[in-house]
């Protein structure tokens, strides 16, 4: 069953012609002891790895051939503490969970899943390189992958250094089309 968001996000973002990337998601899981949410599932299968709107790279699990394939290289980054207790202030001063990046941005800002229960509930946090002096570079948005991307897309968050291109076409780039 299609994810509501990733349908959405068909209709925003055009699948490229090549399609998606194929990943045994059953292996994956056993293998890295991890499993991923269903709606960036979805995107892999629909996306692959590549960029949104030449901005935002997106990563997968290791796909042959795919310089986006670095998902698991990824997993718990070391951040320095400074960073953690500003992203826990964000949090309402809870512990900050495991972190997993998921998307890079041109700007060298970070989107991070915060793994906190089930897979499917992960929330997204952006940590953004060129903040302001004295803010928090950190942004929590309530919600998942894709609809994460459809947010940043129709300009309703703005977690970036830069902003994404306007009101559209949006377009994603396969690696298989660079």
């Not at 925003?12 to 599932?41: K, N, S």
């Not at 992960?122 to 948005?141: K, L």
């Amino acid at each position: 069953m299609s994810q509501p968001a990733v349908t959405r996000l068909r209709q925003l973002l055009p699948p490229p012609a090549c399609g998606g990337d194929v990943v045994d998601w059953e292996r994956l899981t056993d293998a890295a002891q991890l499993e991923l949410p269903r709606d960036y599932r979805e995107f892999v299968e629909s996306y692959g790895g590549g960029e949104i709107d030449e901005y935002l790279s997106v990563s997968t699990p290791p796909v042959p051939g795919s310089p986006y394939g670095d998902l698991l290289d990824r997993v718990d980054p070391a951040l320095p503490d400074r960073y953690r207790q500003e992203l826990g202030a964000l949090l309402g001063g809870e512990d900050v969970p495991l972190l997993l990046p998921f998307a890079d941005s041109a700007s060298s800002d970070v989107a991070f899943w915060l793994r906190k229960g089930a897979a499917d509930s992960w929330t997204v946090a952006t940590f953004r390189r060129q903040a302001p002096a004295g803010a928090n570079p950190w942004t929590v948005f309530d919600g998942g992958m894709a609809e994460f991307c459809l947010a940043i897309l129709t300009g309703t968050v703005h977690p970036f250094s830069e902003r994404i291109a306007g009101s559209g076409p949006h377009v994603f780039v396969s690696w298989r089309d660079v």
